[in-house]
């Protein structure tokens, strides 16, 4: 009768935590993939990511047989110093040959390191959530972690001696932008060799990172702790700093089954402070996109994931490396137009865009970066609301040429990247009460004829003032159908 009474009351505390905090996840797919993802984020539309850690102290990463693309500067432990095949004699005569990557970390002072400054920046840019690289691939923490795995392998004890990512949180917060932790599953030299493909002592061919034998051995604990260690800092990360967006990475290889992912997203679901608003990318299971949240695109890879009925983000550099590369010049940086292009085309197929910083080892966001943080905000102040909390509009293929659509509350916003040079004829418009058409940003009465479902837009003159990254026209009383 007793352990009745206590099943009982048992049940009655699951069923009363139910009730007062909403479900309860279980770690199996089937009922983390239940969860609808928080709806701040798709109306957020565009968010700042930001790779910055001790591989910004080399900065370094040349092309390969002259090709830019997928030349990331922050796998320069592997694929600079490590890679047998390569050659590079950069690290060698720079560094030394005794050099280990381990030892940036001393020069990762980050001694103009602003958190305010880049918070100012950040919201000028008219995004609405950043994420922060808080863990690459390389292992070293951008946050003083307690755990004894990074031991002397964090911001905290070595190099800049601060808490980089608390810092920074503090600030974004300030500014109410939405702050995500960025977290790499694989660390270089800390994976069991007894589960790789091929022995460490050769390059692995399955991923393309290479570390030799004597540095893993260094640093190796063995895939229990090194498991278990992800799990402590995840967790310390959430119960912390409480970040908005989980943005986990880098587990193409192993199975979910090795990460124990079902557990730590189940535990996430179910006790980040903050369990009501927070968000989990798809990144989770050999780098499918089946499982989690919402799905992640870079560089358009993985777009065959796309779902509509799943929120979906695009994340690109400014240039071709998300950690700052200092070979990357002029040539390899999008213009502030190419930018706008990039946000208004993923905006108009549903997705957000995550656009990517570098930052110096010193703390310094370069300028070219800030010049065009700022020339995406100037382009928002005026055309945010057509873009901000918008969904695509079903019929795509309005005109030719470089228009994009996107629709809200009964407005379509037609996104033309360069100025027509003729009226706009759009046909099959259905509308709802009276029609209106105008242009954002621009101080004129816009004249325009609908008939029959069809409307005509006469484009007006303007002066070299009124010159805009993208130009949109406003229309209002249209149908979504």
């Given at each position: 009768?007793?352990?009745?009474?206590?099943?009982?009351?048992?049940?009655?505390?699951?069923?009363?935590?139910?009730?007062?905090?909403?479900?309860?996840?279980?770690?199996?797919?089937?009922?983390?993939d239940s969860?609808?993802?928080?709806?701040?984020?798709?109306?957020?539309?565009?968010?700042?990511?930001i790779h910055?850690?001790?591989?910004?102290?080399?900065?370094?990463?040349?092309?390969?047989?002259?090709?830019?693309?997928?030349i990331?500067?922050?796998?320069?432990?592997?694929?600079?110093?490590?890679k047998p095949?390569?050659?590079?004699?950069f690290?060698?005569?720079?560094?030394?040959?005794?050099?280990?990557?381990?030892?940036?970390?001393?020069l990762f002072k980050?001694?103009?390191y602003?958190?305010?400054?880049?918070?100012?920046?950040?919201?000028?840019?008219?995004?609405?959530?950043?994420?922060?690289?808080t863990?690459?691939?390389?292992?070293?923490?951008m946050?003083?972690?307690?755990?004894?795995?990074?031991?002397?392998?964090?911001?905290?004890?070595?190099?800049?001696?601060?808490?980089?990512?608390g810092?920074?949180?503090?600030?974004?917060r300030?500014?109410?932008?939405?702050?995500?932790?960025?977290?790499?599953?694989?660390?270089?030299e800390?994976?069991d060799?007894?589960?790789?493909?091929m022995?460490?002592?050769?390059?692995?061919?399955?991923?393309?990172?290479y570390?030799?034998?004597?540095?893993?051995?260094?640093?190796?604990?063995?895939d229990?702790?090194?498991?278990?260690?992800?799990?402590?800092?995840l967790?310390?990360?959430?119960?912390?700093?409480?970040?908005?967006?989980?943005?986990a990475?880098a587990?193409?290889?192993?199975?979910?089954s090795?990460?124990r992912?079902?557990?730590i997203?189940?535990?996430?679901?179910?006790?980040?402070?903050?369990?009501?608003?927070?968000?989990?990318?798809?990144?989770w299971?050999?780098g499918?996109?089946?499982?989690?949240?919402?799905?992640?695109t870079?560089y358009?890879?993985?777009?065959?994931?796309?779902?509509?009925?799943?929120?979906w983000e695009?994340?690109?550099?400014?240039?071709?490396?998300f950690?700052?590369?200092?070979?990357?010049?002029?040539?390899?940086y999008?213009?502030?137009?190419?930018?706008?292009?990039?946000?208004?085309?993923?905006?108009?197929?549903?997705?957000?865009?995550?656009?990517?910083?570098?930052?110096?080892?010193?703390?310094?966001?370069?300028?070219?970066?800030?010049?065009?943080?700022?020339?995406?905000?100037?382009?928002?102040?005026?055309?945010?609301?057509?873009?901000?909390?918008?969904?695509p509009?079903?019929?795509?293929?309005?005109?030719?040429?470089?228009?994009?659509y996107t629709?809200k509350?009964?407005?379509?916003y037609?996104?033309?990247?360069?100025?027509?040079?003729?009226?706009?004829?759009?046909?099959?418009?259905?509308?709802?009460?009276?029609?209106?058409?105008?242009?954002?940003?621009?101080?004129?009465?816009?004249?325009?004829?609908?008939?029959?479902?069809?409307?005509?837009?006469?484009?007006?003159?303007?002066?070299?003032?009124?010159?805009?990254?993208?130009?949109?026209?406003?229309i209002?009383?249209?149908?979504?159908e």
């Amino acid at each position: 009768m007793r352990c009745g009474i206590k099943k009982f009351f048992g049940c009655l505390l699951l069923f009363s935590c139910t009730l007062i905090n909403g479900q309860i996840y279980q770690p199996v797919w089937q009922s983390i993939d239940s969860r609808p993802t928080p709806s701040w984020f798709s109306e957020s539309k565009f968010g700042i990511f930001i790779h910055w850690g001790v591989y910004s102290v080399p900065s370094f990463r040349p092309p390969e047989n002259g090709k830019w693309d997928g030349i990331y500067a922050e796998w320069y432990e592997p694929d600079v110093m490590y890679k047998p095949w390569r050659n590079d004699s950069f690290h060698i005569k720079n560094y030394g040959k005794d050099f280990e990557y381990r030892d940036f970390a001393k020069l990762f002072k980050a001694e103009l390191y602003d958190p305010a400054y880049w918070a100012e920046i950040i919201y000028r840019s008219g995004a609405r959530y950043v994420i922060f690289t808080t863990k690459h691939s390389d292992g070293f923490c951008m946050w003083p972690t307690t755990d004894p795995v990074s031991k002397n392998w964090n911001c905290g004890e070595v190099g800049p001696k601060r808490d980089l990512f608390g810092d920074l949180v503090k600030e974004l917060r300030k500014k109410s932008l939405r702050v995500g932790a960025y977290y790499s599953f694989l660390e270089y030299e800390n994976m069991d060799s007894t589960a790789w493909p091929m022995n460490p002592e050769l390059a692995h061919e399955k991923t393309g990172y290479y570390i030799p034998k004597e540095i893993f051995d260094k640093y190796t604990v063995g895939d229990i702790v090194y498991v278990n260690h992800l799990h402590y800092q995840l967790k310390e990360l959430i119960t912390r700093y409480q970040p908005d967006i989980i943005w986990a990475d880098a587990v193409w290889d192993r199975p979910a089954s090795y990460w124990r992912s079902e557990e730590i997203v189940a535990w996430i679901l179910n006790n980040a402070p903050n369990r009501e608003e927070i968000v989990i990318n798809d990144r989770w299971d050999n780098g499918e996109k089946k499982h989690g949240g919402y799905i992640t695109t870079e560089y358009g890879t993985g777009a065959e994931a796309i779902d509509e009925n799943r929120p979906w983000e695009e994340c690109q550099g400014m240039g071709y490396s998300f950690g700052l590369n200092r070979l990357e010049g002029i040539e390899q940086y999008k213009t502030s137009r190419q930018l706008v292009r990039l946000l208004v085309s993923t905006v108009s197929r549903g997705g957000n865009l995550l656009l990517n910083i570098g930052p110096a080892a010193d703390g310094t966001i370069p300028v070219i970066m800030q010049e065009r943080l700022i020339q995406m905000g100037n382009w928002l102040k005026v055309n945010g609301e057509a873009i901000y909390g918008t969904r695509p509009f079903k019929q795509r293929n309005l005109l030719p040429g470089d228009f994009y659509y996107t629709y809200k509350n009964g407005t379509l916003y037609v996104i033309a990247i360069s100025f027509p040079q003729n009226d706009i004829v759009l046909k099959n418009l259905k509308t709802k009460g009276k029609m209106n058409v105008s242009m954002l940003g621009v101080d004129k009465k816009i004249k325009f004829i609908y008939n029959k479902e069809n409307l005509k837009i006469i484009i007006p003159q303007l002066n070299p003032d009124m010159y805009q990254d993208a130009y949109v026209f406003k229309i209002e009383g249209v149908i979504n159908e």
